[in-house]
């Protein structure tokens, strides 16, 4: 059994941290803050509920110390690991009470999912470490569920933070007694904490992801003035996310066959997803395809050069169908840290980063036209969106330094603040 902590005890600094993959290039926020807490102290074990599906990782997650610990993906595929789980759970304090929680989630939610996240909970309560004493989770669904299981079977006790997708895709229950049962949560824009702090009064707190600006190159001296007037210049236009719905992909497809046909440009697209194979046959469809470099995922140093090399970056973000949308994509940070004008479009939180026509330029979501103006405008007005994305820049390190995000969670791990060290943005070669 391991002790729960009191209120006002000090949080201890063995840490299981419950992702559900491990690692992952589109979540290089969950590294960064891992990278940082261990650098305050905690000594980290990462519980991935699924095993890799890329083999490309990030420099950040090299510097990650880390322990491992995956559990089974599939229960089928380890029944003698699932059994041996349980037969060790069944003799903890607090199996009964998990027993009766999961079966009363199961009645509302009888899906294969809600069956799975039981298993890996048996799995994990018998295999983790007894001196690691709190659960944090990445992500309010699943992850969340692994965690909240294990904790009152092993009567640990675990918090959250929430995104996006896993904030607007929960039932309203489960958000509400996730929030009951944890510690303390957080959420990493003030339009999710806005909306969770209804749900779970007291529990949640709002902590950018924000950027550790002192392992990114400085933004480059953009003395780059391309319009668009010449076919051997082209303005290059550079969207990265995963080829998803609430993306909005396809309006950026849509604004792209609509620009003017004198203004000569080429879209480069960093992602993968399951829409990939639609998208590009949309654009040759529309006779674009000549114009358009499709790179999949990249690691992050190719990401970083494809900022500095872009000269708009737009991301037409929406509300899917189904209530998917973006918090604050970490994408337009990144963009707006090498000084690269952002066009997007005002949905969820993007305007807490954009301030339109200061820092950047909002459109309406789901409007190819006002897209497809906004790049047009800008495209032939470089001055503009070199001071558009100068702005971005400062505002960017004002107001979202990696620092304070992790001085939120670090307090409330209780991890020393003092060996936080001060950023230092690293030089580079800013010639372009």
């Given amino acids: 059994m391991v002790a729960r902590l ?16 491990y690692p992952r290039l589109s979540e290089t926020f ?3 803050e891992i990278e940082s807490l261990e650098r305050l102290g905690a000594d980290v074990t990462i519980v991935s509920l699924r095993y890799p599906t890329n083999g490309k990782i990030h420099p950040v997650h090299d510097r990650i110390a880390a322990g491992l610990l995956y559990l089974p993906e599939y229960l089928f595929r380890e029944p003698l690991r699932v059994f041996r789980g349980w037969w060790r759970a069944r003799r903890l304090p607090g199996y009964s009470r998990a027993l009766i929680a999961w079966l009363r989630d199961l009645g509302r939610d009888p899906t294969p999912n809600r069956a799975r996240r039981w298993g890996q909970a048996l799995v994990l309560s018998a295999e983790l470490d007894p001196a690691i004493q709190h659960l944090y989770a990445h992500f309010l669904h699943t992850p969340a ?5 294990t904790a009152l079977i092993t009567e640990r006790t675990w918090s959250v933070s929430a995104h996006a997708k896993d904030i607007w895709l929960t039932p309203e229950w489960e958000k509400r007694e996730k929030l009951a049962d944890c510690d303390w949560a957080v959420t990493c824009t003030g339009y999710g904490h806005a909306h969770l702090a209804s749900l779970g009064p007291g529990k949640v707190s709002l902590s950018y992801h924000g950027l550790d600006l002192s392992v990114l190159p400085r933004p480059p001296a953009r003395l780059l003035f391309r ?4 076919a051997a210049e082209p303005v290059r236009l550079l969207s ?7 993306k909005g992909l396809d309006v950026m497809i849509d604004a792209l066959a609509a620009l003017p046909s004198d203004l000569q440009w080429r879209w480069t697209h960093i992602g993968g997803g399951a829409d990939l194979n639609r998208l590009k046959r949309r654009s040759e469809a529309l006779g674009l395809a000549g114009r358009i470099v499709w790179l999949g995922a990249r690691a992050q140093a190719e990401v970083f050069e494809a900022y500095r090399s872009a000269d708009l970056f737009v991301l037409p973000s929406r509300i899917a169908d189904d209530g998917d949308r973006d918090g604050l994509p970490n994408v337009l940070m990144e963009a707006a840290s090498q000084g690269l004008c952002c066009i997007a479009s005002d949905v969820a939180a993007v305007s807490e980063l954009l301030r339109d026509g200061e820092t950047g ?5 789901d409007d190819p036209c006002a897209v497809g103006s906004a790049i047009a405008r800008l495209a032939q007005d470089p001055d503009h969106r070199h001071a558009l994305g100068r702005s971005a820049f400062a505002r960017v390190s004002e107001d979202f330094d990696h620092r304070a995000a992790v001085a939120v969670i670090a307090t409330k791990l209780g991890l020393d603040l003092g060996c936080m060290a001060g950023a230092r943005v690293l030089e580079t070669d ?3």
């Fill in 145 to 149: 569920s692994v965690a909240r299981y």
């Fill in 30 to 32: 969950i590294a960064q």
């Fill in 227 to 230: 319009r668009g007037d010449k």
């Fill in 6 to 21: 009191r209120p006002g005890d000090r949080r201890p600094t063995r840490l299981g941290v419950v992702l559900k993959g």
């Fill in 240 to 246: 990265v996310g995963r080829a998803v719905p609430k």
């Fill in 430 to 432: 800013a010639a372009e």
């Fill in 361 to 365: 330029v909002l459109v309406p979501p």
